[in-house]
C-alpha cells in the first residue's frame, strides 16, 4: 500500500492537494516548494511535469508551463531534482502530465523513476483508459503506482464504474467541462452532479478539482467529496521572490 492509498484508508473528508509546476517560478525551486506546503497543511501533492501543448490547462498553469520548458525543465531534470525527496517530504506525492512526455521517457522507466524517488501516483490526462488497462496496468501495479483517471459531468456511469474497477486510491471528479483556472460555480447543477456521483457508492474515494480557489470553494467542494485540488490560483499567488512568505499566506487561509 503506498502513501496514497494509506491516505485516503485513514482519511476520507476535508484532504487538501496542491499542484504547482516543476520549474516555476524558478528552475530549482520543486523540493523548496514541496516542503513549504507540507510544513503548512497540504495533504498531498501534485507536481506538474510541463508540456508544450498542455491542452486542458487553462492560461495561469500554461504560463508556468512554457517559463518552466524556457528555463530548462525536463523529466530527466525532475527526477534529479526529486532524488532526495523523501529526505525532505513525507506526505503523498503526485507527478501530473502528459503521455507523450511519458512516452518519450519510456513507460517502464518513467515508473521505475517514481518508485525509486518517492512518487506515489500519477495523474496523466489524455492516457485513454483502453490503453492504460491494456498495455501499461501491469507496469504501474509493478513499481507500486496509482493511476489517477478524471471524470467530468459528461462521462457516461458506465465509464464512471468502469474507472472505479480500475482505480485503487482516489478519482479526480473535474467541476465543470471547463480548463483548469475557473472559478467553481456551486449551481443546481453542479451540486446534482456531485451528488450523482456520491450516490453512485463507488469503491473509491473522489477528490475534486478546476476552478477551486479559496476556502469558500474549497468548503463547497468538500461538502461533497474527500477533498479538493487547487492548483491555478496557488500557481498564480507564488511569489519568486518571497516564495515562504507567499505560500504560507496562501496556505493560511485554509487552516
Known sequence: MNRLQQLFEKQQKGLLSIYFTAGYPNLDNTLKIA??????????????????????????IQAS???????GMTLPLLFEQLKDLRQHVTIPILLMGYVNVVLQY???????KCQEVGVDGCIIPDLPMYEYEELYRPTFEKYGLSNIFLVTPQTSEERIRKIDGLSNAFIYLVSSAATTGGNLAVSESSTAYFKRI??????????IGFGISNKETFNAATEHASGAIIGSAFVKNM???????????FMGQFK
Open 35 to 60: 516542503s513549504l506546503l507540507e510544513q503548512s497543511g497540504a495533504d498531498f501533492l501534485e507536481i506538474g511535469f510541463p508540456y508544450s501543448d498542455p491542452v486542458a490547462d487553462g492560461p495561469v
Open 65 to 71: 508551463s512554457k517559463q518552466a520548458l524556457d528555463s
Open 106 to 112: 519510456g513507460v517502464e522507466e518513467f515508473c521505475e
Open 198 to 207: 456520491a450516490d453512485m457508492k463507488l469503491k473509491n474515494p473522489f477528490v
Open 239 to 249: 511569489d519568486k521572490d518571497n516564495l515562504e512568505g507567499s505560500i504560507k499566506s
